[in-house]
């Protein structure tokens, strides 16, 4: 049966300004539906990994997502396909109540404004959050300023999505409410963590980075079953 | 802190205006307050509707950014404030060196927020931004916040004119 590459990373390369080699020739490849965690300790790069796929960052390499090769003049369409959760979410608000920036996801499709609102609501509801409507999602908790940023961006229903530390500051029940509504989104996703939990509960396969590369590549079953290893990177 | 820029970079070039400097900050608090306390007045629903009403995009969405600019810097402002708090006892020459990390440290969040905010705005912004509306409920004391807010601006402006 052949698959469908969402991601496709060749040889990929970046140094920071400073010098600093923060990946070493990365390849990797996300097939589609595939839920793929990045694990490795601080500093492995797997947020300038992330960063490079939403074309935020510029190194050397064979970039592909959803079938289009990175380059000046698809940069804005791939852009378009991909979904970021930012590690630090309250930077990624950038209307000023929760209704108004979830509905800047849902108007990506241009619907006529009632049917964006309603729209907006009803991925509100989704995320459990419909009673912040009106709020700024500068004044919520982590918990819930996560789901209205998750919210913002499942709202535009991309092809991929990207999360930089998603459980960042969640603690476990709020951690266990975000899984399960990740669990339940059918879209290929790509995140890092150094959480033991977040592997084992949401993903189909974990790479584990060390040093700017990837050093192995396992199902999330055979992660689940070796101690060793989860000790290894955790 | 821009006005505090402006003092270093007089120092650097050897034109030192401390007279401009003020002004500068003052005229940067009085719009810093009249966007705040207009913003305070006519609530989100009326500030929705005004933005709805700018015709150019760019414009709506740089009257957008201003607004969260603002909203972060006072939430970044209580947590710095805060920070060093907790960290250094309020006396004497102390006040001095809390000026100084107070300056690093609004700078480096800005910057980092930036990098963070152009990340958001290149991924989550589609062709048009339009904004939902709510009804608009301006009580009395709107009212009474709105002719402060007024009152703060024309004194200030008098002691511009000084």
């Known amino acids: 049966m052949s698959t469908i590459n969402m991601i496709h990373i060749e040889n990929l390369t970046y140094e920071y300004p400073d010098g600093y080699p923060a990946l070493r020739g990365v390849t990797l490849n996300v097939e589609k539906g595939m839920r793929m965690a990045l694990a490795g300790k601080n500093g492995a790069g797997k947020s300038t990994l992330l960063l490079h796929i939403a074309g935020l960052l510029d190194g050397e390499g064979v970039i592909e997502v959803a079938g289009l090769r990175r380059s000046p003049k698809t940069i804005a369409a791939i852009r378009n396909r991909i979904g970021f959760l930012f590690s630090q979410v309250e930077y990624q608000f950038i209307m000023p109540d929760v209704l108004n920036d979830v509905m800047l996801g849902v108007s990506k499709k241009q619907p006529p404004a009632d049917d964006a609102s309603a729209a907006a609501m009803e991925w509100l509801r989704r995320f459990d959050i419909e009673k912040y409507a009106r709020r700024n999602p500068l004044d919520l908790s982590s918990g819930e300023m996560k789901r209205a940023a998750l919210a913002g961006i499942m709202s535009g229903e991309p092809d991929i999505l990207l999360m930089d530390e998603p459980l960042n500051n969640l603690d476990r029940e709020n951690s266990q409410v975000l899984v399960n509504l990740l669990r339940d989104q059918d879209t290929t996703m790509l995140f890092s963590t150094h959480r033991d939990f977040l592997v084992t509960e949401l993903a189909t396969h974990c790479a584990v980075m060390e040093e700017g590369r990837i050093t192995m590549v396992l199902t999330g079953n055979e992660f689940k079953k070796s101690r060793a290893l989860r000790d290894l990177v955790f | 802190m821009f006005a505090a820029f402006s003092l270093v970079s007089g120092y650097i070039i050897g034109d030192v205006r401390v007279h401009d400097s003020i002004i500068l900050a003052l005229k940067i608090i009085l719009i810093f307050n009249i966007f705040l306390g207009g913003m305070q007045w006519i609530g989100t629903g009326g500030y929705m509707y005004l933005l709805n ?43 001095l060196i809390i000026a100084r990390y107070y300056f690093q440290n609004m700078l480096f969040k800005e910057l980092y927020s930036m990098q963070h905010s152009h990340g958001a705005l290149v991924l989550r912004l589609g062709e048009s931004v339009s904004c939902h509306e709510y009804e608009r409920n301006v009580r009395p004391l709107d009212f009474i916040l709105f002719a402060s807010v007024a009152g703060y601006c024309a004194a200030g402006a008098m002691m511009l004119c000084l």
Do not use: A
């Open chain 2, 53 to 95: 009403r700018i015709p150019s995009v760019r414009v709506r969405l740089f009257f957008l950014l201003l607004g969260n600019n603002m909203l972060r810097i006072m939430r970044n402002n209580r947590e710095i404030v805060r920070q060093i708090r907790s960290r250094i006892t309020l006396t004497g020459k102390n006040r």
